[in-house]
């Protein structure tokens, strides 16, 4: 019998009083965000409000000047430059607005890189990127680099990277930006899909009022802070 506490929700994402400036430019001013495992988060608000820069430090791709950051329990500040590069690889998954594949590599190389920057083996690499390119419903692309892809292709195929190294969360920014509305549409749901399949977490900084509306909690940004939130029930 499921008591209280076990169903109470398990937090993957806390920031607190996160700031940065870039020069005498205070782009955050602030942050507090919590993000439960299996959310689907959505950030947005009006171009310079800071979106990027917290996705990018919540990614640790950035260093906050102030504040903390713990992903699934784990102060991630406290990391060295190296552990801090082997946590992310291992433990957050990426997706931007162009993609970003390596047009020398076939659709499953590209997958496949993280896997190997961890450490994993060839045929381990290779039967999880199989796997994913399947759920894309892309594995008849298996072997097409990506000048042979369509974008709606391109955004599946940089997913399923995000997603070979089975990450905590997938941090996605304007994910959606660069496609038309069919294949905006089939990304939005496969978001979903991969959350209500593997329970996976999304943070998505978007500027699609669609993709915004769909998920569970939205969080908006003005001028380097957060001025409130929208749930589904507030819809």
């Not at 005498?24 to 979106?51: C, F, R, T, Y």
């Not at 496969?190 to 569970?216: S, Y």
Request: no cysteine; proline share 3%.
């Amino acid at each position: 019998m499921d008591t209280k506490e076990d169903s109470a929700p398990v937090s993957m994402i806390d920031t607190k009083g996160i700031t940065k400036s870039f020069g005498k430019l205070q782009v955050l001013k602030g942050i507090d965000l919590h993000v439960n495992k299996g959310e689907v988060v959505s950030i947005v608000g009006p171009s310079g409000a800071g979106k990027t820069t917290l996705l990018q430090i919540i990614g640790t791709l950035d260093q906050p000047d102030n504040g903390s950051i713990f992903i699934d329990g784990t102060d991630v500040r406290k990391f060295s430059t190296k552990k801090m590069s082997d946590f992310r690889n291992q433990h957050i998954g990426f997706v931007f607005q162009f993609h970003q594949l390596l047009p020398e590599f076939t659709a499953l190389e590209n997958i496949m890189i993280p896997a190997f920057i961890a450490g994993q083996s060839r045929s381990k690499a290779e039967k999880r990127a199989m796997h994913l390119l399947k759920f894309m419903g892309l594995v008849d692309r298996a072997g097409h680099k990506p000048n042979e892809l369509s974008g709606g292709e391109k955004q599946r195929v940089a997913v399923a990277r995000a997603l070979v190294n089975h990450p905590d969360v997938i941090l996605a920014d304007e994910p959606s930006g660069s496609l038309d509305s069919k294949n905006k549409a089939e990304l939005h749901q496969l978001f979903f899909d991969l959350r209500d399949q593997t329970g996976q977490t999304f943070v998505i900084v978007t500027h699609d009022e669609n993709l915004a509306a769909l998920t569970d909690r939205t969080i908006h940004l003005e001028d380097g802070q957060v001025i409130g939130e929208t749930t589904k029930a507030d819809r």
